[in-house]
């Protein structure tokens, strides 16, 4: 039940409440969150994401230019059918805001692949540092 609440709110509520501009708001609600978890490592993120059940993260990319994380099973749209577009914003938030503590600058999360919102394997993101 708890899973169906949050998709529920997230997906159908909250976009019939603000519109289009749920996706943003679900993006700055998780950087918010990440932000004032504090992490200081990426396992800490990795542990904390497995705990709260949000997926499986992956990091199959990390190098001094170039982030990409996965997140396998995602709470917000594994399983469902795809929609067309990427749904996982809040996921993104999150995982933008634990960044910009760990790497101790500003992070962007870039949704480029959704499991639910496009078919895809996992939700994949490209992270952008500034």
Known sequence: AGVALYRLLRLVALEDIIGRGAAGTAYLAGKKLGISLGLEKLDAL????DALKVGIIKVPVATETRVRVEVFECVTC???APVGRV????EG???A???TTIFKQKIRAVETQCIGGLGDD???????RR
């Open 46 to 49: 990795l542990e904390l994401c």
């Open 78 to 80: 594994s399983g469902l």
């Open 93 to 95: 938030g999150l995982i």
């Open 122 to 128: 996992a939700c994949s993101f490209e992270i952008e």
């Open 87 to 90: 749904l996982c914003h809040f």
């Open 97 to 99: 805001g634990s960044l």
